[in-house]
């Protein structure tokens, strides 16, 4: 103790046993500010002495709740010229001397032991209980330099807020909202055009001593922190200046709870005998809760970010799951397709294997005449024809090329002939590559057969067949051309094969999305034209 | 020309006899046989030139005939009712085959092919490549007997990035750079090759689905190659080669 005193004020001597004044015991002392040291009757407690406040460089505190008497003393170097100090004492402001001179003779040298030897005289030995006691000491060669010592016998009253006040822009400039002595739990709204807020303490002779802080409840973080008093501006109703302090919105980021808390700033630890328990300290502390509501939130550059990358992360993951479900959607809409498709191949050749049984047995029976007739190679010949007819229908293949095609068109017609003696001729564009163009296999043969049943079979040997295979542009066009009697093309459906070749054309132009199979029926009675028109398909 | 004839049903024995007897004079007719047994012992005994042999013989194949041979130095038109086991091989190994009823101009054309392999001495082992072919499963097929003016081709399918037509005649590009022309048309070989795999893009091409880089969208549709050449994809055929190449 004696030491740390002596450390922080080197010119004073710190251990210094006063005689007992007026029955009082001043056995403990402590310094007090400026060049008083001051001494408290041995028992007493909780004594904070010489605390010291921002922006108060001349000012010492000396908080005494628990002491009776105070006595102070002033101190001199030796090389110091006493005659230039004035003194002033006040009880509870209120002055008891006034400028006065140090009394010369009263000083005496005060040596306890190191080198340096103090004049010391007591200025006065004061009740303090309840009271305050200021000192205010200069040099009259520098008279502004007062030394001022607060000895504060009473408690330290709570501060207490007696406004809010909301700062917003106005089309002239700014504006104020206030709210006069707030409950302890406050709502208070901030709009956009709301920038400051304002607290007003009620007025003290101590303000000095109190400092404000805003606390967010949600983190448990002092996010605001002011030492600092303002004076002008807001009159209490003794027209004193009150204290105030301001705090920018941006301060609160987000709405919630914030607790303001002004308290003195006193070390509760840095005095003699302390024993202040926190529940103790607490009662000097003043709390308000604020609900701030915020018009806009502001968030830190990290929570901008953990909320970017938070949304993105959404985005990102609702995008990913969209894609995954319309992949899915996709895939499963690909395998329908896939599906329809091979229900309309499979249609598609359930239509195709049928050859008209009564041809089939027909040609047969034609055969069986020629070998009757010892037509040996020539039944040779219609029963390779006849075989490579079945054998394609058999096969199945789904598309051949228009030369094989053309084989199985001339093998049937060939077969045909020998029932009915008509004509018949295949021709083709000259740029057709037949060998390698392909089509869906048995597209004619039903519309030939046709041709042959209601076309030409009754005019025997005058009747003619045309078929044709042209290339228009990137249409491949067939078409069969008879001379015979015409039919009612409203009646078209007279034959199993032009039957079975509707729906066919139909599930061929549903395989095929990128191509178009279209058929033309004319008929007259100097003949019938079909043709097939196949669009793109070269 | 020295040939024996082997079918298990003595009616199409009868029936060969009597059309080469009357379309194709050059061929005699040494032996005929209707099981595999007599078949080998035929053929050890009258060293043939030609043979004609029936695939399907009751439990047993034309093949066995060929697997106890010790030598095959002759050689083989496969005679087939219909398109049933081995006739797929068959085509692989390029060999000659007829189908029956036997239609007459093709007899011709398939005696006389012969023939003239005969005359030319043409060495091949066509038939040592059909057999192993058939020691795999039919999917496991990885080869091709490719028949080129004078000699015989056995390439590997993924060798082939793809094929064009030229008319009734097929170029095959390899991966090797090598150009190969065979006589036989694109569609017989997209027949063939489909069912590995190979995509019909386009009335004149056959593309390995292994080569195709990427689907560039000009002109309707085009498939880049791993070689940078550009082959057209037609309209009857996009969607069938998007959806393969989907699958890939």
Redesign the interface.
């Known amino acids: 103790m004696k030491k740390i005193i002596f450390l922080f004020l080197s010119f004073f001597i710190s251990v210094f046993i006063v005689n007992a004044q007026k029955g009082i015991n001043f056995s403990r002392t402590s310094m007090a500010g400026g060049k008083l040291l001051m001494c408290v009757d041995s028992s007493a407690k909780n004594v904070f002495y010489a605390q010291m406040f921002p922006n108060q460089p001349r000012t010492s505190f000396n908080y005494l709740p628990e002491v009776n008497d105070v006595s102070i003393q002033i101190y001199f170097r030796k090389n110091i010229n006493t005659q230039h100090f004035r003194y002033t004492i006040l009880a509870d402001n209120k002055p008891i001397v006034v400028n006065k001179s140090i009394d010369r003779t009263q000083l005496k040298d005060v040596d306890r032991g190191d080198e340096e030897v103090f004049r010391s005289t007591t200025l006065g030995v004061f009740p303090i209980k309840g009271k305050t006691i200021t000192t205010l000491i200069y040099s009259i060669e520098k008279p502004l330099d007062i030394d001022k010592a607060v000895f504060y016998g009473k408690p330290i009253p709570r501060a207490r807020i007696k406004a809010l006040s909301k700062r917003f822009a106005t089309d002239k400039g700014v504006d104020y909202s206030y709210i006069t002595d707030p409950k302890e739990k406050t709502n208070l709204f901030f709009a956009e055009k709301d920038n400051e807020l304002t607290i007003v303490k009620d007025r003290s002779d101590i303000d000095y001593v109190y400092y404000t802080s805003i606390k967010d409840k949600q983190t448990n973080k002092i996010i605001f922190e002011s030492t600092a008093w303002n004076y002008g501006g807001y009159v209490d109703e003794s027209h004193e200046l009150s204290p105030y302090v301001k705090i920018d919105k941006n301060v609160f980021k987000k709405s919630g709870d914030y607790e303001i808390i002004i308290q003195p700033l006193i070390k509760w630890n840095g005095c003699h005998d302390c024993d202040i328990s926190p529940k103790e300290i607490e009662k000097y502390i003043t709390r308000y809760t604020l609900v701030i509501s915020l018009d806009k939130e502001n968030y830190t550059k990290k929570e901008l970010l953990i909320y970017t990358l938070i949304v993105a992360f959404s985005i990102g993951s609702a995008f990913l799951v969209i894609l995954y479900f319309n992949k899915k959607r996709n895939k499963k809409k690909?395998a329908e397709k896939?599906q329809q498709k091979n229900i309309a191949k499979l249609q598609l050749n359930s239509i195709r294997s049928q050859l008209n049984p009564h041809f089939l047995f027909n040609a047969l029976s034609g055969i069986q005449n020629l070998m009757n007739k010892n037509e040996i190679?020539n039944a040779?010949?219609y029963?390779?024809k006849f075989?490579?007819l079945t054998?394609n229908v058999?096969?199945d293949?789904e598309l051949i090329?228009l030369s094989?095609e053309k084989t199985l068109l001339d093998d049937y017609l060939q077969m045909e002939q020998l029932r009915f003696g008509f004509k018949y001729e295949i021709i083709h564009s000259e740029d057709l590559?037949l060998?390698?163009?392909?089509i869906p296999s048995m597209l004619l043969q039903p519309f030939v057969e046709n041709a042959v049943k209601h076309g030409i079979s009754q005019k025997a040997t005058d009747g003619k067949i045309m078929i044709t295979f042209i290339k228009q542009a990137n249409d491949l066009v067939l078409t069969v051309t008879d001379n015979g009697n015409g039919f009612d093309t409203e009646k078209k459906h007279n034959g199993l094969g032009l039957l079975l070749s509707d729906s066919r054309l139909a599930l061929l132009n549903s395989?095929?999305?990128?191509?178009r199979f279209t058929l033309d029926l004319q008929s007259s009675t100097n003949g019938t034209k079909i043709s097939l028109a196949?669009t793109?398909?070269? | 020309m020295r040939a024996i004839l082997i079918d298990d049903e003595n009616s199409n024995l009868e029936n060969l006899r009597t059309?080469l007897g009357k379309h194709c004079p050059q061929v005699t007719i040494m032996a005929t046989a209707q099981n595999v047994s007599d078949a080998v012992d035929a053929i050890g005994k009258y060293l043939p030139h030609l043979v004609f042999l029936d695939i399907q013989m009751g439990k047993q194949t034309g093949f066995d005939v060929l697997k106890l041979l010790p030598m095959r130095n002759f050689e083989v038109i496969f005679v087939t009712a219909?398109?049933q086991y081995g006739i797929q091989a068959v085509k692989f190994a390029a060999l000659d085959y007829l189908?029956?009823?036997?239609?007459?101009?093709?007899l011709i054309i398939a005696v006389s092919k012969a023939e003239h392999k005969l005359a030319t001495q043409i060495q091949t082992s066509q038939l040592d490549f059909l057999l192993q072919q058939l020691k795999k499963p039919e999917t496991n097929v990885n080869k091709i007997a490719l028949q080129m003016q004078s000699e015989i081709r056995y390439v590997t399918l993924s060798e082939i990035i793809r094929c064009e037509?030229d008319?009734?005649y097929t170029y095959f590009f390899l991966a090797n750079t090598e150009k190969i022309l065979v006589s036989k048309?694109?569609?017989e070989y997209?027949?063939l090759l489909r069912p590995k795999g190979f995509l019909?893009t386009h009335?004149?091409h056959l593309v390995n689905p292994k080569y195709v880089k990427s689907w560039l969208k000009e002109d309707g549709g085009i498939l880049l190659l791993t070689s940078g050449e550009k082959i057209p994809v037609?309209?009857?055929n996009?969607?069938t080669v998007k959806?393969a190449l989907?699958q890939l």
């Open positions: 690909l896939e190679d040779n010949k029963l390779s075989a490579r054998r058999l096969d293949k090329s094989q590559d060998a390698n163009i392909e395989i095929y999305k990128e191509n196949l793109d398909w070269l | 059309l219909y398109d189908l029956k009823p036997i239609d007459i101009e093709e037509a008319n009734t048309s694109l569609k997209a027949d019909r009335q004149s037609s309209k009857p996009k969607e959806q989907q």
